[in-house]
């Protein structure tokens, strides 16, 4: 099993910056990949961006390119999300996500999720 946990959201007005942080913990020895996510109340979940755990290759949504980065600090198992220039479309719960494959399957991790509000 794999732990996520979220820190960092909260209340910011447009054009704010804030910085969101994941802490994984557990089976987190082959996780290959590791993402944020997120869902704005009535809208399906959608990948914000990801990371790839060994040689930090990155992707991004269309939507937050050049505004967002994503970065690991795997001494610490932590994923961070930088978001500037934040929008009030960008309001939404952000979650953390960790992919593990096995064998033939590939297993997904969530944290509990934090709120990100952008006020206009």
């Known amino acids: 099993q794999v732990q996520l946990v979220e820190s960092g959201g909260g209340l910011v007005q447009a054009g704010g910056s804030l910085r969101l942080s994941c802490a994984a913990s557990?089976?987190?020895?082959?996780?290959?990949?590791m993402g944020w996510y997120r869902q704005a109340p009535g809208k399906q979940r959608e990948l914000v961006a990801s990371?790839?755990?060994?040689?930090?290759?990155?992707n991004y949504a269309d939507s937050v390119k050049g505004r967002f980065t994503i970065s690991r600090d795997n001494a610490k198992n932590t994923v961070n999300l930088q978001m500037n220039s934040l929008k009030p479309e960008d309001t939404a719960v952000y979650y953390c996500?960790?992919?593990?494959?096995?064998?033939?399957?590939?297993?997904?991790?969530w944290g509990q999720g934090t709120q990100v509000t952008v006020s206009s």
């Open positions: 990371i790839i755990i060994s040689g930090g290759s990155t």
């Open positions: 557990g089976s987190i020895f082959d996780i290959n990949a």
């Open positions: 996500n960790a992919r593990r494959p096995y064998r033939t399957l590939t297993f997904d991790y």
